[in-house]
């Protein structure tokens, strides 16, 4: 299947090679990537002229931010399944292969998000790795995945360079990103696909997110927090007290997975699907828990 993979960029020269070097390392046969700079002038553009022959496109003019450039760039892409890798992050050895395989092996899967929550020290290297619990529905909507939401626990955000969807999605969704959500418009894209779909955590890491002393999501937090409190309020979740948001969470953190049947049941435990390898039979199997 014909992968789309989008790359924005502002003045990330340090950072920009490495991101687009792993993504073109990830190449699975039939990569669409597009490179959308928002006229950079550190430099930028030595790094994407290097690489521009392996480049589906390359886009170079002033934009109206992150999202905005990413509009441009889906706007001209063509692939099946679509996904964005921001400066700075980093695709995984093999990922664009493995998100090809599941595509192809379930239909019925609409958008993915990789389990294996990765980061990347300053210096683009590898330095931690998590495991997260799943993403229900329900979970995302009621606000248990965004911290700060309510006073109780929280669990994973969606890992942005680990999440990739199909064409089919992204229009049943609108097809772009809200541009009135400045800082959070990736997050409000999420709310928009679980209108629609659900999200499949799946077993094998896909992408690393670089930390950093200038990413706007440190630097910005509060507003974050903001816009993606307006996207959950704009589909009717309200934060819930300290105590009912951390049972559930610690619920979904620590019950056995032969006790989930009955949590479900009782309706304390919303499932969340999963799509692992299974070794014997060297294929993608679904299930939920």
Same mark, same amino acid.
């Given at each position: 299947?014909?992968?789309? /993979? #989008?790359? $924005? ?13 792993? /993504? @073109? ?5 039939? =990569?669409? !990537? %597009?490179? /959308? ?13 290097? &690489? ?12 109206? *931010?992150? +999202?905005?450039?990413?509009?441009? *760039? ?16 980093? =695709? ?6 493995? #998100? ?11 958008? #993915?998000?990789?389990?294996? #929550? ?12 998590? %495991?997260?619990?799943? %993403? ?21 955000? /969606? ?21 009135? !959500? ?16 659900? @999200? ?9 997110? &670089? ?23 704009? +589909? ?6 300290? +105590? ?10 620590? =019950?056995?997975?032969? =006790?989930?049947? @009955?949590?479900? &049941? ?6 969340? $699907? ?16």
């Amino acid at each position: 299947m014909r992968i789309s /993979v #989008i790359t $924005p960029n502002l003045n990330c020269r340090d950072f920009l090679a490495q991101t687009m070097d792993s /993504v @073109l390392a990830a190449d699975h046969g039939d =990569l669409d !990537y %597009i490179v /959308v700079d928002g006229g950079s002038s550190d430099g930028s553009q030595d790094a994407i002229a290097a &690489r521009r022959n392996r480049l589906s496109g390359a886009i170079s003019e002033p934009d109206n *931010g992150l +999202y905005d450039a990413l509009n441009k *760039g889906f706007a001209l892409s063509t692939g099946e399944i679509m996904g964005w890798i921001n400066a700075g992050d980093t =695709l995984m050895p093999d990922s664009l292969k493995v #998100i090809d395989e599941i595509f192809s092996a379930h239909p019925q899967i609409e958008w #993915i998000t990789s389990r294996v #929550i990765s980061f990347l020290d300053e210096r683009g290297r590898l330095v931690e790795q998590n %495991i997260h619990w799943g %993403i229900s529905r329900k979970s995302f909507l009621m606000g248990e995945h965004l911290p700060g939401f309510s006073k109780g626990r929280s669990l994973s955000m /969606v890992q942005q360079e680990s999440t990739f969807w199909r064409r089919s999605l992204w229009d049943k969704a609108g097809g772009g990103l809200d541009l009135s !959500y400045r800082l959070a418009a990736d997050f409000e894209l999420w709310a928009r696909f679980f209108q629609h779909a659900e @999200l499949w955590s799946i077993s094998a890491p896909i992408g690393a997110f &670089r930390r950093h002393a200038n990413q706007l999501s440190r630097v910005h937090w509060n507003k974050y927090l903001s816009e993606a409190s307006q996207a959950l309020d704009h +589909y009717g979740s309200r934060p819930r007290g300290a +105590y009912a948001q951390t049972f559930s969470v610690g619920l979904r953190r620590s =019950l056995p997975r032969g =006790l989930r049947p @009955l949590a479900r &049941r009782l309706r304390l435990l919303s499932p969340a $699907p999963f799509c692992e390898f299974d070794n014997e039979k060297q294929a993608w199997s679904l299930s939920r828990h």
